[in-house]
């Protein structure tokens, strides 16, 4: 199929189609009754910018399906993955975001009340997301450069736990509008260039598409991964929407999708360590009370947004009834 009728199609479905969705849905989230949360300041912001999954992964799967019996374009199997594992993630986010309460907090929090025989819509969330991301990495064993046999065998398991780590990463930084985006794209950036540098060592061994057909790919890759963020953007970084667990839990597992598919097994290791080490630290230290403790993570932190949706200086936050509100 002609590159340039994939990168059109990936502008229309991966950009267009959501950012059209979003923008026509959006007065309605904002209006809804019981769909909001009071944020940092205490001012009300509407739930539901994670809807933009619901259009933006179908479009994404139907593209697939599209192109991928003619042979072209295998390399966005990554991203059809991804938005595959972001559909069944938005699930189990939205259960948690509406049902969800303040009462139980953090991985001790859920697999505590667990333990005790109670199952909370975060542990729900918790052992859904981690299964998702499992069979996520097994699937994505068949492709990735971890070596053969045994080693795919036992480093599908550390994908795994990379997907749902990074997942709940994300969703721990959705707590001020823009920041979930900003890490999103800075992992989507990283994946993206690890899957594109990728294909450039694949193609220079002579096998596979050529350099050409590799470029267009990488150019529709970029439009696929950058599209959701794109949609949701305008009220995320103006601070009178919110991501919720539907919106930031599928953002992290994407990111991570595009990133362990493309790192080597010591890469996949030191990745999986790394966001396990931020998870870890998330249950004994407030990343809001780091960033507002420097004043380069502060100018960071508060780059896109409006001064009325800018965090405040370190021991002025104020309380809010979620343990997730902006």
């Given at each position: ?5 994939i ?63 003619g ?9 059809f ?43 729900l969330?918790v ?64 994946g ?25 790919d ?27 667990d ?22 996949l ?43 405040m ?8 009834p ?5």
């Open positions: 199929m002609n590159g340039a009728v990168i059109v199609a990936a502008f229309v479905l991966g950009v267009a189609a959501p950012w059209l969705a979003m923008r026509a849905l959006a007065p309605s989230l904002a209006s809804s009754e019981g769909a909001g949360a009071v944020n940092f300041r205490g001012a009300q912001v509407f739930y539901g910018l994670g809807t933009v999954w619901l259009v933006w992964a179908p479009c994404v799967v139907g593209l697939w399906f599209w192109i991928a019996p042979g072209s374009s295998s390399g966005l199997m990554p991203v993955v991804a938005a595959t594992v972001a559909l069944l993630v938005f699930g189990f986010g939205l259960v948690d975001d509406a049902y969800g309460t303040s009462s139980d907090r953090g991985f001790r929090g859920h697999l505590g009340a667990l333990a005790r025989g109670r199952l909370t819509t975060g542990g969330k052992l859904g997301i981690g299964l998702v991301s499992l069979v996520a990495g097994f699937y994505l064993a068949g492709t990735s450069p971890w070596g053969a046999g045994g080693a795919r065998l036992w480093a599908a398991p550390v994908a795994g736990a990379a997907i749902a780590l990074t997942a709940n990463l994300l969703n721990l930084l959705d707590l001020r509008p823009g920041r979930a985006l900003k890490a999103y794209a800075v992992l989507g950036v990283a993206w260039a690890l899957v594109t540098f990728s294909w450039v060592d694949y193609a220079a061994s002579g096998l596979g598409p050529s350099a050409a057909e590799r470029i267009m990488a150019c529709a890759l970029a439009l696929l991964v950058a599209g959701p963020a794109l949609a949701v953007a305008r009220w995320d970084f103006g601070g009178v929407g919110m991501l919720g539907a919106g930031a839990n599928p953002l992290g597992a994407v990111a991570a999708v595009l990133v362990v598919i493309a790192v080597p097994l010591w890469g290791f030191v990745y999986t360590a790394f966001v396990f080490a931020l998870n870890l630290a998330s249950e004994r230290v407030s990343f809001s009370k780091v960033i507002e403790s420097s004043a380069l993570l502060r100018r960071i932190d508060d780059w896109g947004r409006p001064p009325e949706a800018r965090s200086h370190a021991g002025e936050f104020t309380a809010h979620r343990p997730d509100g902006q």
